[in-house]
Structures are given as C-alpha cells and as structure tokens.
C-alpha cells in the first residue's frame, strides 16, 4: 500500500512507519519542521505540513503525485498541560481539531480519495468512574479534559465529511513501549527508579488502567485499514486492566531495584477499561505484547 503518516515524529508513529516499512508499504512521512527523524529509503519520503493552516498547493501536489491508498492520521497536541484543563486550549482546538479538518479536506482535494484512519482516544470516554468499567463503541461519550474534548470535536469534524471521506476511527487507549519519553508514566516512574533515593513519591499507586504496547497499536492501526469498514469506529486496548502499582512492581522486579514508594494523591482512581470485541470479531488483530514484555523492552531500549 501506498501511505501517508501525519506527525511522523511522533512517538506511535514511529513504530508505525515502521511496521508498514516491514510489511512493504511506501510511506510519504509528514512532519511540522524540515526535521523528520526517520532514515528516508526507497520506501520512505518526507513531507512538512503545519497542519494548523489548509494544506498549501505544494503539499496537496506531493500527496496527489504519491497517490495515497491510505491516510493515518496522528498528529495532535496530547500533553494535558497543553491541551487543557476543563476545556480544549486554544492549541490544542488549532492541532487537533483544524488540524484535523485540514487533513480531511486535503484528502478531498486528491484525485484518489484515501481511506483515513483518525487516532482519536480512550479520554472521548472520560477520565473517572466509580469502578472497573470496561466501554464499549457504543459507551457513552463524556469527555472531561481539554484533550478528549479535542478529540470528539475532531471526531464530528470527520462525520460531517462521511460519506465522501472514507472513514475509521481508532479510540485508542494509554499505550507505552520502546522509545517513548516525557513526563507520562512508564519513562517518569522508570527514571525515579534509576536515578533518586529512596523513597520515591509518586502521584498514585491505584489506579486501574489498560495499557498496551505502542507496536501492537501501530498493527491495529494497519489491520484497520485494510480490513475495517469505513464509517466504523474501533477501541484499540488491551482489554485488560492492571493497577499503576502493579506497574511500578514489574519495574523495580525489572531494574533490579527496591525503593519504598509514597504517594502524594492517595486513594482509587479508575480509568476506562477498553471493551475490545468489535475489532476482534471483525478483523485479525491480536495484541502480542505483554505488559511485562512491554516494559522490559522499555528498559532494554532506554539502556541501549
């Protein structure tokens, strides 16, 4: 296939543009700056688009010259500091939410209209319930930070362009792996272990979460390309649930590591649980990775 990937640099995209590499896809990588961190090969061009403006006549000509099959589109301000608290930033409304209606209407533009894969996110479900919850595609929406709201106002910018865009949306859940990096959970926890005295302070030991590795995601993402319906949305999890604590238990066991552990935001907090049926009954896809398997390979590429 023939495949264009928004926010190239990006963490999951990297481990995308790989797997499709390996699978034997072209790949047109775009980036905000002329500064794309993958290796370019005969499979593998770039292409620099500040997706916060429409797309210029120069990128809507080197898409239409590549011709794409497919559009995975990733790129979004993530970071919660960034995106908002109670309500989208304007940031992140420029990224996520225009930026996305920009990609769309770029695909219109194109003489071959691409299938689009849109990542949206597990946050479009909330951020807080009473108990383990796992949610279903047909869960009640109730997005309750800046991020998710992004996300589901990108969600309806795409709906209105349906039918003339073919369409899937993956609501993908937290997802961690090799080479991620930032104050988020696996590569802060992993760095306290390594580097500070005990005690730790952590923010919180009990919280139930589903995590998956980031390749199995970039695979979800493939599978649901060729083989999802257009119009549908997918939960992209691991359908699992495993409390942070848990986490950090399997790190120290991993680093070889003791330390005592305090928590400065004590008390259960729960997370949406990935209810992952539909993908499984109607396409291929099977997470690989466990989450000790996950986290060990963390810890091998951070150390390499």
Known sequence: MRTVVT????????HLIDHL??????????????HCHIPLSQ??????WDITEPAPIGIINQINEFCPDVVYHLAAISV?????????????????VNGTRH?????LQLRHVPRMVFTSSVYVYGSSYDGITKVSEEHEVRPDNGYGISK??????????????PLIVARSFQHTGPGQTGSLLIPEWTHKLQSEPSPLEVYNLQTWIDYSDARDVAKAYRVLATEAQPGEIY???SGTVIRSGEILEILQSILGTEKQVTESHPGEHFLPIADTRKILTQTSWRPQFSI???????????MS
């Open 235 to 237: 939960n992209v999890g």
């Open 7 to 14: 926010g190239a640099n990006g963490f999951v995209a990297g």
């Open 152 to 165: 589901w106002m990108a969600e309806q910018v795409l709906r209105d362009l349906e039918p003339q865009l």
């Open 80 to 96: 919660r500091s960034r995106c908002g608290n109670q309500e989208p930033s304007p940031e992140a409304i420029d990224v996520n």
């Open 292 to 302: 000790r398997q996950t986290l060990q390979d963390f810890v091998n590429h951070q």
């Open 43 to 48: 499979q593998l061009t770039t292409g620099v």
């Open 103 to 107: 990609i769309a209407e770029c695909c």
């Open 21 to 34: 590499l390996a699978a034997g896809d072209t790949v047109l990588a775009l980036t905000r700056t002329n």
